[in-house]
């Protein structure tokens, strides 16, 4: 404990000592004054006195590299401190250069430096020796890995099956390399991990604003709205927490909608704890209100919604006029009573009274996110997000100060060094033609697809992406993994061991936030930057002379860096340039050269980054070396409302204007897309692209929707089977309390801890000191009737299967539901693996019917860390996703987390962990989702797979949205 009076006192004394000799007293280690951050003039010689060597005061010297964090989505900046008598890390702080998380971390953040010395981490490339999923590796050569994979991707792009090439992504990181290099190889085989996490989120937001994030202005808002643990977990958490805070310490108000007692929960003015998938129902009930009362923001709503399109469709025989569309508004959600939501929710409609009334009182300020929570766990989730986001598009508070902004106004990016053409065809893998509306690939299918028999995969890539842990139904994946017909050849490019990982035949070792370069820009705040993750052993060495021609040179062991690794292997699959993939990796400086990480880059900042070369020519520097030395740069602040901006001349050539105000022009847009709104509507029948939409006679900017104005009313969901789903609506879940029987409830998996990253920090032994297992929170009125008390063992069972796990008896979860984190779980079969996190099992299978015992838990351990020897806890929790069958929502795609169990007390043959699944029915329920969607075959209004204007991560040419046998595809939306 330290003792301040005392530690005053010395400071005092020291300074009077130093004064006394005419000198200025610096009480900092670095003797400046103390400062929050060290001041980046100091960066490169920054002397701190090593706590170690206390009460000794050793000085140890630093230079300061900037890189971004990669252990969330976040990419808050981070500092390395590069010890420089060693050239090592010695630790990783925040910093304050990065406009987003301005020098603030949350623990994730430093706790990089245990990755990068983790004992259990992958440092060369293998190759499996025995039969997949065996366990059994040898160490190989790049070369061997590069050259073999080279050859089969050439084989099957020249025999005429690049279906066959596919790269799953779990957790990107970066500004879209990847898909480039997809398209450079004329492959549709980009496929995400967004469907297991946020496509529900992104669905709710797209059919409003063309855009699939929100981007809340928090720290100025009056009233901030969570549909979320968004403080603990969110997305964008510590960016947006720390703006959250700032809000509530200038009085906004913060309510927050969780079932469970969250951390963000404990920091709410109103807590509301509603039944799961009821909470679209709430936020109905109080648009209602405000619709009721008068409330909305009159003009804004008459100048941004789509009201005439919605009334020109739905009632054409009406008089076109605002007050025409206010009349049925008012009916339209008359029946969203707070007793309705009431009886929905299980809140109180006295209490849903309160909150419309602090919503309202918002004003133009009132900022609201909601992401995975409620929009990834329900059938219909999408439309927590769309019913969020109504509450601001009908308060005006769109763009404002203290409001919600679509993403792109606060992101940008960056045109890079090349764009390959749109690939020519369409893989039915990822998007097949049941979910036209997926805002994502269906990426958790592929094993049922594959088993479906709709294909097979000759080269699959797994990169930092785990779907044997993460995703439902997990054992389906090992069994298509497991099958070579199914699966060439699996390569999983990855930092750290993962279940995944085992069932492969190359583990491929990627580097970790440090060892890797990444650009980025995110909606933190009404801002735009860009945040570079670099290296920085790497820009260290450069700093003092040295040249790294290959981050390989660098990195420990042979671990390298994705950027390089597809250069390279881009030059293997066409050494000669025949197949005109090459020269999308070709040095533009040097023609015919190999393209460098170095130009790559310089290019980007050189030519794409306004603002960037005149900032570092003011410090001498060229731009690169400015993102080397500070690792961020702020493009723009306070942007305001860009779809008010009035499209400037230069930019209206042969326009035509649609009977709705649509405005579409030939003139080529803008280099740089800093004011330009992404997404791609639909361009005109003459191919004239959308550029703005005419309010009260002006041409201003708009929205990227087919109609340019907010939609209330989706004339796409309209046209392509979902006219109910059209409007901003409550869809019942599939936990609805209707459709469970009377001895179940409702599981809640999908929560964060904030202290672990899904699939990657079970090498990172500070965080996992800090939560290692995953109880199950259970009320204790339930509790009591099971017989249960906190520590008891549970069966939980599901559609498929059961697992075995503590319960933790709290009055933090609603009666009738229980909770468990999917952060927990973690396992191997074999030795290789993260000792530290994850239990040794034993797997059995017969047929489709599998079962996990676990065998051991953490032990201590012996390694070059002595840490490894003090690890005190076993308990690493339990993989519940395993027992998950897949439940694609027939609209979004997204996968319908939430589980209808039955909760038993453990029976004498139970163990903890203990899993049992059966993969025959994992495959009916399948089907039985599978009923339930819309299929372009069917729905398509036009002849093609899906909407061209609907977002798609790699989008293919024109062409190939034509569903087979149906013709040329015929523009809808937005005409
Ligand atoms: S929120 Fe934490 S884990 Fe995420 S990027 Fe920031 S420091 Fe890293």
Redesign the pocket.
């Known amino acids: 404990m330290i003792n301040l009076t005392r530690l005053n006192k010395l400071v005092r004394a020291a300074r009077d000592a130093v004064e006394a000799r005419g000198e200025t007293f610096y009480p900092g280690p670095s003797r400046i004054h103390l400062a929050a951050f060290p001041p980046k003039e100091r960066w490169n010689d920054w002397v701190e006195l090593d706590s170690k060597a206390w009460p000794a005061r050793v000085e140890k010297r630093y230079m300061l590299v900037p890189t971004?964090?990669?252990?969330?989505?976040?990419?808050?900046g981070?500092l390395a401190y590069v010890d420089r008598d060693t050239m090592q890390v010695r630790k990783f702080e925040?910093n304050p250069e990065h406009p987003g998380?301005r020098g603030?971390?949350?623990?994730?953040?430093?706790a990089?430096l245990n990755q990068i010395t983790d004992p259990d981490r992958i440092l060369y490339p293998l190759k499996r020796a025995g039969r997949r999923g065996e366990g059994k590796w040898v160490r190989v050569s790049w070369d061997e890995v590069l050259n073999d994979l080279g050859d089969r991707i050439r084989r099957a792009i020249t025999e005429g099956r690049p279906n066959e090439v596919m790269y799953h992504v779990g957790r990107p990181g970066e500004d879209g390399y990847t898909e480039r290099v997809l398209a450079a190889w004329g492959v549709d085989g980009h496929n995400t991990h967004t469907n297991v996490c946020s496509s529900g989120g992104r669905a709710g937001y797209h059919y409003w604003m063309g855009l699939d994030r929100p981007s809340p202005d928090h720290a100025n808002a009056r009233v901030i709205l969570l549909v979320s643990s968004h403080l603990e977990a969110g997305h964008?958490?510590?960016?947006h927490a720390q703006r959250v805070i700032e809000a509530k310490q200038n009085g906004a108000k913060l309510i927050v909608f969780d079932t469970r007692l969250s951390n963000t929960a404990t920091h709410a003015d109103h807590w509301v704890a509603p039944y799961p998938g009821s909470e679209a129902a709430i936020l109905l009930a109080i648009a209602n209100d405000v619709i009721q009362r008068g409330l909305y923001h009159r003009e804004f709503v008459r100048r941004w919604w789509n009201w005439q399109e919605y009334l020109a469709h739905e009632h054409p025989g009406l008089a076109p006029s605002f007050e025409t569309f206010e009349q049925i508004l008012k009916t339209l959600y008359a029946g969203y009573t707070f007793e309705y939501a009431a009886a929905e929710s299980g809140v109180d409609a006295g209490v849903l009274r309160e909150l419309a009334g602090v919503v309202a009182s918002a004003g133009t300020r009132l900022s609201t996110h909601t992401w995975r929570s409620a929009a990834a766990g329900n059938l219909g989730g999408w439309q927590v997000p769309r019913t969020l986001f109504f509450l601001n598009a009908l308060l005006g508070a769109v763009a404002t100060e203290g409001g919600t902004y679509p993403n792109a106004w606060n992101k940008f990016v960056p045109r890079p060094i090349y764009v390959p053409p749109h690939p020519p065809i369409w893989n039915e893998l990822t998007w097949p033609r049941e979910y036209p509306l997926a805002i994502n690939e269906l990426s958790f299918l592929l094993p049922h697809l594959l088993k479906d028999g709709r294909g097979r995969l000759d080269v699959y890539f797994t990169r930092v992406y785990n779907p044997v842990w993460t995703n439902p139904d997990g054992f389906s994946w090992i069994e298509a993994l497991t099958d070579e017909r199914l699966v060439g050849l699996h390569a999983a490019l990855t930092p750290v061991w993962s279940e995944t990982a085992f069932f492969a035949d190359y583990v491929l070792p990627m580097g970790l936030?440090s060892e890797r370069h990444d650009l980025h820009s995110y909606e933190q705040y009404d801002g735009q930057w860009i945040a570079f993750r670099q290296p920085v052993l790497r820009a260290a060495r450069e700093r003092l002379g040295d040249r790294a021609t290959d981050t390989r040179q660098i990195n420990p062991g042979e671990v390298w860096e994705e950027n390089e690794f597809w250069i390279e292997l881009s030059w293997r699959i066409d050494p000669d340039g025949r197949l005109g993939i090459r020269r999308w990796f070709e040095s533009k400086r040097t023609p015919g050269q190999k393209l460098t990480v170095d130009e790559y880059y310089a290019h980007i900042f050189d030519h794409s980054v306004p603002g960037l070369p005149e900032r570092a020519a003011g410090e001498d520097l060229t731009p690169l070396e400015f993102m080397r030395r500070y690792g961020a740069f702020e493009i723009a602040a306070q942007i305001g409302p860009l779809h008010e901006r009035r499209i400037p001349p230069e930019e209206l050539a042969d326009v035509r204007v649609d009977p709705l105000g649509r405005v579409y022009t030939r003139a080529p847009a803008p280099a740089t897309s800093n004011i330009v709104p992404t997404g791609s509507p639909e361009p005109d029948a003459e191919g004239r692209r959308p550029v703005g939409v005419q309010v009260d006679g002006e041409t201003l900017r708009g929205f990227p929707t087919p109609s340019g104005r907010l939609e209330f009313y989706s004339r796409t969901l309209a046209e392509w089977g979902w006219r109910e789903s059209a409007l901003p609506t409550y869809i019942k879940s599939h936990i609805h309390r209707e459709r469970l029987a009377p001895d179940q409830m409702v599981l809640i998996s999908t929560f964060r801890l904030p202290v672990q990253?899904h699939t990657r920090s079970a090498n990172a032994k500070w965080l996992n000191e800090i939560a290692h297992t995953n109880p199950l929170w259970i009320h204790p009125g339930d509790a009591r009737g099971l017989g249960l008390r906190t520590g008891d063992l549970v069966r939980v069972e599901t559609e498929t299967g059961y697992f075995v796990v503590k319960a933790w008896v709290t009055e933090g979860i609603r009666p009738g539901v229980v909770a468990c984190s999917h952060h927990m779980g973690r396992w191997k079969v074999r030795e290789a693996g993260e000792r530290q996190m994850m239990a040794t099992v034993s797997l059995d299978r017969s047929g489709g019917r599998w079962s996990m015992r676990q065998i051991q838990g953490a032990q201590p351990f012996a390694s070059e860390d002595p840490d490894t020897l003090k690890i005190w806890w076993t308990d690493v929790g339990v993989h519940q996703n395993l027992t998950f069958a897949v439940h694609p929502d027939p609209v979004s795609g997204q996968h319908c987390w939430h589980q209808a169990v039955r909760v038993r007390k453990a029976g004498p043959d139970d163990r903890y962990g203990d899993i049992a699944v059966d993969t025959a029915r994992s495959m009916e329920i399948f089907r039985q989702w599978l009923a339930l969607v819309r299929q372009a075959d069917r729905y398509s209004p036009n002849g093609t797979r899906r909407p061209y204007w609907l977002m798609r991560p790699l989008r293919p040419s024109r062409d190939a949205y034509r569903l087979p046998d149906r013709g040329q595809p015929a523009a809808v939306s937005g005409e």
Not at 68 to 76: G, L, R
Not at 104 to 110: F, L, Q, T, V
């Open positions: 971004t964090c990669f252990n969330c989505e976040s990419a808050c981070l925040g998380s603030r971390n949350c623990a994730k953040g430093p990089t964008y958490f510590n960016p936030g990253i």
